[in-house]
């Protein structure tokens, strides 16, 4: 069917609050919420071994056993690293046409903690490395299979792992018909603090939440520089103030060539702020830099820290990430940014309530790149650790937080109208969910046994 993409501004045409709900009420003639349980993979699937091979070219060649190392430890683990193939397996599947600046792996792990530029500890979505413009069915559909897959890593019942993936689709349902009710401006400036959990009847969470919360509020770049940070003086090598403390592999020292072009990047990285900002970061000066190896799906990418001194004993650390093509990129229409490092910024400008206020792109090397703070108050929540009673309140929290960000591009009308009367979506889905985890079960295994055949064939 032809897609909704994002609008064209059009300040001349009203579109009344009836009129926008017929449309999407009208979406269900063509494309019914019963469609969205359907088969867990495609003809169009690569092989699980043409996976993995084509998701590390381009990868720093000492870091891909890392990486396959993390994947095969479990099929939660693997389908964190695995965006790319279940894109493939939905290309072609039934949607309603309606699109949203997606998240494009908005998976149980991937909705975090941090602080907003006021200093309020907020929760939303924090990884956007693969958010292009597509169906709001791909987002929803992966993080319900994800709960699923958390659930059983952590050995909840199977009854449980089901009611986490339902209750985060009628959760998505029931914030998108409440945030269609309310004035465009009320909806868009609400922050999703604590008062998230209780509207989302999470309540099982407030304490996880306010755990999480307190941790945060210590994960700075103060804490950062109290554990992994020295002050050197060296007057005949020329060194004086802070260095990092290596931790290989995790943590190491960069040479003088790839300093130098890291500070260059930042210096370029600074014009992609807005000019207030520009302002502030140009009060401050690069001290170190270091290569950090990031979490599992990104570990073999280019990815440093940097150490910027500030006012007398402040202290920023950057974290200059490199910016690959989106995995659900050659499955959707191409996203008009050339710089992927740009297209990642944007789109969590875009989506995000509250994003860092540091956050930029540049080039370095001729690679691109995302900066952003390296600890801005973060935290988390971990899924797999939830026990039987909190899961399922995370699955209608995370489904609460993304339709609040898939609200930012689409208008929450249109779905309301979808879900009117639908008694459907939630069962369909996490019937979906169960298939779709069951499928990464097998993935995992066949990734087990390549590894397997590798290490016994060395």
Known sequence: MERTELARTDLRTFATADEAYDRGRAL???????????AATSGARPSVAEFMRTSNEGRLEHLIDLRVSRMASSPFA???????????????TPTNGVDAQLCGDAHAANFGLYGSPHGEIVMDINDFDETLVGPWEWDIKRLAASLVLAGREGDVPEKTQRKAAEDAVRSYRRTMNQLAEQPFLRSWAALPDASVVEAAEADALIDDFNEAAEKARLNTSDRVVAKSVRHLEDHEAGISGHRFIEDPPILTHVGEPERESVITGLEDYVDSLPVSRQALLRRFAVQDVAFRIVGTGSVGIRSYIALLHGNRDEVLVLQLKQARPSALAP???????????KRIVLGARIVQSAPDILLGWTTIDGLPFMVRQ?????????????????????GRLAGSLLARAHTRTLDPRLLAGYFDDDKDLHNAIGEYAIRYADQVEVDHSELVEMVGREVGGS
């Open 28 to 38: 269900r003639e063509v494309t019914p919420t019963d469609a969205h349980d359907h």
């Open 78 to 92: 693997f389908f964190r690293g695995s965006a790319g193939l279940m894109a493939a397996d939905l290309a072609g």
């Open 331 to 341: 499955y959707l229409p191409a996203s008009k940014h050339k710089h992927e490092g």
């Open 374 to 394: 390296f600890r801005n108050m973060k935290g988390d929540i971990d899924p797999t650790a939830l026990s039987k009673g909190h899961l399922d309140d995370y």
